[in-house]
RNA sequence: GGCCUGUUGGUGAAGUGGUUAACACGGUACCCUCUCAAGGUAUUAUUCACGGGUUCAAGUCCCGUACAGGCUACCA
């Protein structure tokens, strides 16, 4: 029998060849260097931190080599897939500012960029391996397929569509022309030439090589929707995408040798594999994949809300992928980190544990070495979203605000205050009269005596305080002012003699930041009172006379 | 059941046969300091899941056990 004929029989109205599939999906002109990536998620809803990272990686390894960065969408589970999944993935890619070449809605030379819109090519390339004898159409019922598990169950033999099971594979073109006509259900099956008790060994480039066993499974290619499952697509797509480096879940593994099958059947050269473990998370002591559902501070989400700045949490990212990039970096912090040399070979082989600590900490860096301006503008743009009323003061007090950040920012040990763009609230907003007055409790715990407030911000501002002093005098002032009252000026000296005095210079300035901010911790009080003006001190003080 | 993979401190981890097991986070103590944040110094695994073996020498190689994860779908 000719299997043309066949494959004619299952694929009427598939015109084109696999050889047109070639012409029209070329091999890209690149260097050789240069690297095709992709990230291919399901649309089943918002990314993750398991995504993100799980994107982060293909993005960066193409951006570095100067290649190219897909983004395909896996919809072929349409029981999964949800209505704008596409649009919400983007914008999350889009939000950590990915360079995407190729995309749905961008499009490109290699599209269509989703699945479902790709089954023409499916079909052409299924009727290939039909015309090669490389695949078969099986008409076994979902019963049929449940008594052969049975069966194999109670002999204790392999599960699967194999050897003598496959019960369609020698199915004569008159027997699969009177099912087709009787309108049976049909999927499209490869016939695998493997041998199960024979290894296969392939070079995986974060695991290294890896030996398994010989598919011998006439898996399905074509489901009865006419959507291939994962594998074929994956096939079709990566090789006419041109895609040079797979990055998958580790989870695929196992299946590598069928995969292989596949691009051998197909006669494609396969891609090199990048099988990467899934970012894992703790929960009760018990350490597990990152879930969307049982997670939510997992979710990209959570981070937008609390303003964790994006470049840190791509530090963070690089941190884990290459355990080298910390070092490196902490010796190149003016560099960003796609300066760095990311490997596969650096990764490491068991689950990464995600760390929001060490995030917090990257973050905390991050934004100490940014530029006051930069931290304002981000603010206001994180402000915008998640907290208007701030968004307005930020706007109307714009350069007072960076002023405000500039507070022992710019030198060699920045102060290290916030994380994310939501905490700078809760450290400056003292600085605002109209926040300032909403809020008048003060926190004069520390403060030893307490009768003496009122004098001490007397004598401060009548006979000390100075708009035009510098940081010095400012000092030496509140020395003298200290030494007036009955306070050490001197701590040291303090600490020898107690019972001298009342109290020591921190204890006089206490008083005065209290006032001034209701909280008995700030920044620079010399900034803080230079920054807020005679005026505006002046009235804040005269809350307590 | 079968087949893979992994298991180093409170945490993330480096380590591919050879002196006292990097580094980072976190913790603790002290120092500095107008408070805080930072910073500085010190400290934080006699030991690499467990049991055997190979070797002059093992976290590193081999075997077994335990635990964890994955695959074994017309899910990805």
Not at 49 to 57: C, D, E, R, V
Not at 485 to 503: F, H, Q, V
Request: charged share 30%; proline share 4%; glycine share 4%.
């Amino acid at each position: 029998m000719d299997k043309k004929d066949l494959a004619n029989l299952l694929y009427p109205n598939i015109t084109k060849t696999i050889e047109d599939l070639e012409k029209m999906y070329p091999e890209r002109k690149l260097n050789d260097k240069a690297m095709v990536c992709r990230f291919a998620p399901s649309p089943t809803g918002r990314m993750h931190m398991g995504n993100l990272y799980a994107s982060f990686i293909p993005e960066v390894i193409a951006k570095q080599t100067n290649g190219v960065f897909i983004l395909r969408i896996e919809d072929t589970d349409n029981k999964r897939a949800i209505e704008n999944g596409i649009e919400l993935i983007l914008n999350d890619l889009e939000h950590y500012n990915y360079i995407i070449n190729e995309d749905p809605i961008k499009g490109g030379a290699y599209g269509p960029y989703i699945q479902t819109e790709r089954k023409e090519i499916y079909h052409t390339v299924a009727k290939y391996l039909v015309s090669i004898d490389r695949a078969y159409p099986c008409f076994c019922s979902e019963d049929d397929l449940n008594n052969m598990r049975e069966e194999q169950e109670k002999r204790k033999d392999r599960i699967g569509y194999y050897g003598h099971y496959a019960k369609c594979r020698n199915l004569s073109y008159d027997e699969v022309k009177k099912h087709l006509e009787n309108g049976d259900k049909w999927v499209l099956r490869l016939k695998s030439n493997g041998d199960f008790n024979k290894k296969i060994i392939f070079k995986d480039l974060v695991k290294g090589t890896i030996e398994l066993p010989s598919n011998d499974i006439d898996q399905v290619l074509i489901k009865s929707d006419g959507i291939p499952p994962y594998a074929f697509a994956h096939v079709c797509d990566d090789h006419f995408m041109r895609v040079t480096i797979v990055t998958r879940d580790d989870s695929y593994i196992s299946s590598v040798p069928y995969h292989l099958e596949i691009w051998n059947a197909c006669g494609f050269k396969p891609p090199k594999y990048a099988h990467l473990l899934p970012l894992n998370i703790k929960d009760n002591n018990t350490i597990r994949k990152i879930s969307k559902r049982k997670d939510p501070t997992a979710a990209v989400a959570f981070y937008h809300e609390r303003g964790i700045p994006v470049e840190a949490i791509k530090l963070y990212f690089a941190t884990i992928m290459n355990s080298n990039f910390e070092g490196w970096y902490l010796q190149n912090q003016d560099k960003s980190y796609r300066d760095f040399e990311f490997s596969f070979s650096k990764m490491s082989k068991s689950g990464p544990l995600f760390d929001l600590e060490k995030v917090i900490n990257i973050s905390k860096n991050y934004l100490s070495k940014l530029k006051a301006e930069e931290v304002y503008d981000n603010a206001l743009t994180w402000s915008l979203e998640y907290d208007k009323e701030f968004a307005k003061i930020l706007q109307k007090y714009k350069d007072y605000t960076i002023d405000v950040l500039n507070i022992e920012r710019n030198v060699k040990k920045p102060r290290k205050d916030f994380s994310c763009y939501s905490e700078i609230k809760s450290c400056i907003w003292y600085m605002y009269d109209e926040l300032f007055d909403q809020q008048l409790q003060y926190n004069f715990d520390n403060i030893k005596y307490k009768k003496e407030i009122a004098t001490i911000l007397k004598e401060y501002l009548e006979n000390y305080y100075n708009e035009n002093d510098d940081k010095d005098t400012w000092f030496n002032k509140m020395k003298q002012l200290a030494d007036k009252l009955g306070y050490a000026s001197d701590i040291r000296e303090y600490k020898e003699n107690p019972t001298l005095y009342k109290g020591n210079i921190s204890d006089v300035a206490n008083v005065i930041r209290v006032a001034v901010t209701t909280s008995n911790k700030s920044p620079d009080l010399y900034m803080i009172l230079k920054l807020l003006g005679r005026d505006r001190i002046e009235k804040r003080f005269s809350i307590f006379y």
